[in-house]
């Protein structure tokens, strides 16, 4: 045996255990890094440490920025996978950019628990948003003026309301909040209010409307029932590759195992 | 021997050059940054319509960038803060620097500078939390976040700031002139409006210029109480100031974009709002010391 077939079995040697190690996710090494929307950060949280757990080799982080931050951080390389809380605009696919749904958030059309109205269709909603509708006694409510509370422009869950709803850059907004928190505190604290969370982030201390006499839920969103949902949607760019334990997160949040978790957040899986 | 004792002399010289030049630096680039950044937009929008435009609509169809209602708002929310702050921390001075015994001037000041020490996103969430409901239940509104509301928050923040200053320049005085007047037979309170508030103007005034600039560059306070939505200010409407604007759509707006570019014109007026009110800051300290 001379020195040149060793090392080329050594080099067949280590291509299989190369290849090997693709197979079995435990071996995997490195980070993950993801930016974006903050509507996600329950469920990407809850994927990450899920991800970290069966892969400890590997560190996972979230950088809660806004959809538009993450699209762009992943637009400069500057993370592993962006995460939006609305559909890609053409622009940002002409930049090289595509689109993973991950799984839909309902948006829960919130008030206060204090208030009578239960139901409203969409048609409702948006004259209420429009401020062609402003006191609650129209609706079926007590006589008291409608307090809409919003996002600021270019959120993710405005983008996501108001172009279900058909009300872009006609509402009429009392508040314009910076969080999903915000919003249900203000809620929750004025009995005439209405705003509008993801339904993952609601709370007791507001209540989530009917639409159409559709409670949103798991079910009715999954079914298309209920139909003020939006995505939630994985950025990554076209032609750059993922690093190891980047492709290794992106097909486990896709899986099947994944579902479980999805779901636990309180959004409805894609797959 | 001697030559080392230079050597050292000059590497300590320089080490401290070297730390004050990165404060310098840092002001620099901020400032070089925001200029590059901030004058295309406005050179896009133009200069009258971007300064003088009472429709800001960055994500509309039919985009319009002028940022007027933010400027009177700050100008406003400043104004309405410094009415409300100014007698109370100017009167809280004065009775801590001459009037208070000195154990209950230890217990003021540590509770002024407690209150200055309070993180503003406090301020923010207990604003959010009980002035807003409550001023939506005493003036009978439909909802409480406002201008008032950012009014009074402001008010709160600017105090420490206003009483510490005021008092250092109160206390300043030479007694001499306190003693000269009392012997004269001018009563105690004559003696402290007459003679010390008149002696400490200065530093008084610099105080007052000092609560401006809190007061106009705060953003996280009046973000959670003011409610945003871009009005022209009205003292119970929901406003937002220069800050907020900046603040608000900074991390949704698309790179690259006029939106962007116009946030940070924003910022660059709120820069040159906050340059104007320091250099009359020094012009007054300067007035002082002659």
Redesign the interface.
């Known amino acids: 045996m001379n020195k040149k077939l060793i090392g080329i079995m050594l080099v067949a040697v280590l291509a299989l255990a190369t290849f090997t190690g693709c197979g079995s996710k435990s071996s995997v090494e490195g980070s993950v890094s993801t930016d974006g929307s903050t509507s996600m950060e329950k469920v990407i949280g809850a994927l990450g440490e899920s991800f970290m757990e069966s892969n400890s080799k590997v560190s996972f982080t979230y950088n809660p920025?806004?959809?538009?931050?993450g699209i762009?951080a992943v637009?400069?390389g500057r993370c592993d996978i962006g995460l939006s809380s609305r559909n890609l605009?053409d622009?940002?696919k002409q930049k090289g950019l595509t689109e993973t749904v991950l799984a839909y958030d309902g948006i829960a059309i919130v008030v206060n628990p204090e208030n009578k109205v239960e139901d409203l269709t969409v048609e409702q909603i948006a004259s209420i948003f429009k401020g062609e509708v402003t006191n609650w006694k129209e609706v079926g409510g007590a006589d008291?003026?409608?307090?809409l509370i919003g996002r600021?422009?270019?959120?993710g869950t405005r983008d996501g309301f108001e172009s279900i709803t058909k009300t872009?850059?006609a509402c009429k907004?009392?508040?314009?909040?910076?969080s999903t928190g915000?919003v249900i505190?203000?809620v929750a604290?004025?009995p005439?209010?209405i705003g509008y969370a993801s339904l993952a982030s609601v709370k007791e201390t507001v209540k989530a409307l009917k639409v159409g006499g559709i409670t949103p839920s798991e079910d009715t969103i999954k079914d298309g029932s209920y139909t003020v949902q939006r995505p939630f949607v994985l950025v990554t760019k076209e032609g750059a590759e993922l690093s190891a334990a980047a492709q290794a997160f992106y097909d486990f949040v896709l899986s099947k195992d994944a579902r479980s978790i999805i779901s636990e957040a309180g959004v409805v899986p894609a797959n | 021997m001697n030559n080392r004792k230079q050597l050292t002399e000059n590497i300590i010289h320089g080490v401290f050059l070297i730390l004050g030049l990165i404060t310098v630096g840092c002001v620099l680039l901020i400032t070089i940054y925001l200029l590059i950044a901030g004058i295309p937009a406005i050179g896009k929008i133009g200069l009258v319509d971007f300064l003088f435009g009472t429709k800001w609509t960055p994500t509309a169809n039919d985009k319009m960038y002028g940022i007027l209602p933010f400027i009177l708002t700050s100008v406003y929310g400043t104004t309405g803060a410094i009415v409300i702050g100014v007698p109370i921390g100017f009167f809280t001075a004065v009775y801590l620097a001459k009037i208070a015994s000195p154990k209950l001037k230890s217990i003021v000041g540590t509770a002024v500078s407690l209150l200055a020490g309070i993180p503003s996103v406090v301020y923010g969430l207990v604003g959010m939390l009980v002035l807003v409901p409550g001023i939506r239940k005493a003036f009978n509104l439909p909802d409480g976040a406002s201008l008032f509301a950012a009014i009074i928050v402001l008010a709160v923040m600017i105090l420490p700031s206003i009483i510490n200053v005021s008092l250092t320049a109160l206390e300043a005085v030479p007694p001499e002139y306190e003693d000269a007047s009392l012997a004269l037979g001018a009563t105690p309170i004559e003696t402290y409006f007459k003679v010390s508030v008149p002696a400490a103007r200065s530093g008084i005034a610099a105080a007052v210029v000092l609560g401006v600039g809190r007061a106009i560059g705060e953003a996280m306070a009046v973000i959670m109480v003011s409610g945003n939505v871009v009005n022209m200010p009205s003292l119970f409407q929901s406003v937002r100031f220069l800050t907020t604007a900046v603040s608000s759509e900074m991390s949704y707006a698309v790179d690259g974009s006029l939106h962007q570019q116009a946030l940070f014109s924003i910022a660059l007026v709120l820069f040159l709002f906050i340059m104007l009110i320091n250099a009359t800051l020094n012009l007054l300290l300067k007035r002082g010391r002659k």
């Open positions: 920025t806004g959809s538009g931050s762009t637009a400069e605009k622009e940002e008291a003026e409608i307090v600021e422009a270019g959120s872009e850059d907004y009392r508040q314009e909040l910076t915000d505190t203000t604290g004025n005439n209010a």
